[in-house]
């Protein structure tokens, strides 16, 4: 009887660490409902549904390490509701709202677009598991975002919810578009990964006014502030660009500074062995 209490027991499994898994499935059913609001003409749902999509995507991750309920269950888990919330939803939405006229231009367009976001998580799966990536890599993200990926492509919209769309509606600068992000999230590009940001104590206090401030705005004017932040990451690109750049440089001359020392040594004793004269 005490070991198939001890088995029932392991087999059971706490409501916390499924906290991870429910957020996941949450994200997916929200791509999901996105392309039903595009399909409805409900455009600023269909957005909004992304990007909430999007939020929970970045808190499974943190609530399974906070949890220690990570597994390799919902790492495949995740992959699969990243590929549909961010790789096929955003693509189906923009057909829907612009690219549907071109025909087949339009859908090879969007075709391009989630196989890139497919081969994007897929590289970011293996990159996880190599044993030579440098400790700075994690600050970084090679090429786009899966999540950021897809608030790339949505941000005409955005915009076009605050000015018209009239231009940005255009269906073959949205074709351009989707194309332009396709290949920046396969690319080797680096951009930032805010995972491993540190604050400050001090900053602790101002900080915590900037985002009451923002979370005031963005309830008064969310597609305003929605676009502010996609522009300003599109800016940081080149930074990021730079400051990848840095880190590899730093890391090579360490390596080369390590390489001397070892060899010095060497060439002294060789030298006082050979004969001269």
């Known amino acids: 009887m005490k070991i198939r209490r001890r088995n029932r027991r392991l087999r059971e499994l706490p409501v916390n660490s499924l906290i991870p ?13 996105a392309i039903r609001f595009a399909m409805q003409e409900k455009w600023e749902l269909a957005v909004a549904a992304i990007i909430i999509a999007g939020i929970l995507d970045g808190l499974d991750g943190r609530m399974a390490r906070l949890l220690k309920g990570a597994t390799k269950f919902g790492a495949e888990l995740d992959s699969l509701s990243d590929f549909i919330a961010f790789g096929v939803a955003p ?36 990159a996880l598991d190599d044993p030579d990536r440098p400790a700075w890599a994690s600050y970084f993200f090679t090429g786009m975002a ?18 018209g769309d ?9 074709a351009l578009w989707l194309l332009a992000v396709a290949f920046m999230m396969i690319s080797r590009i680096p951009t930032y990964s805010f995972k ?4 400050k104590r001090e900053m602790v206090l101002p900080l915590l006014v900037v985002v009451g401030i923002v979370a005031a705005v963005l309830a008064s004017y969310p597609w305003f502030v929605l676009s502010v932040m996609g522009v ?30 070892r060899t010095e040594p060497e060439s002294e004793s060789s030298g006082e062995g050979t004969p001269t004269g």
């Open 196 to 199: 491993r940001v540190r604050v």
């Open 166 to 174: 009239v231009f940005l509606r255009e269906p073959v600068l949205m």
């Open 146 to 163: 899966a999540p950021a990926g897809a608030c790339m492509v949505l941000l005409p919209m955005a915009v076009s919810f605050q000015v």
């Open 91 to 126: 693509a189906l939405v923009i057909y829907m709202w612009s690219t549907e006229v071109l025909g087949g231009i339009g859908w090879i367009a969007g075709l391009a677009y989630s196989t890139c976001c497919a081969l994007r998580l897929a590289r970011f799966n293996t």
């Open 232 to 261: 300003a990451y599109l800016i940081s690109i080149p930074f990021s660009y730079r400051a990848q750049q840095r880190f590899a440089a730093k890391q090579e001359e360490a390596e080369i500074e390590g390489e001397g020392a």
């Open 21 to 33: 898994n429910i957020l996941t499935v949450l994200a997916l059913c929200a791509g999901m409902s």
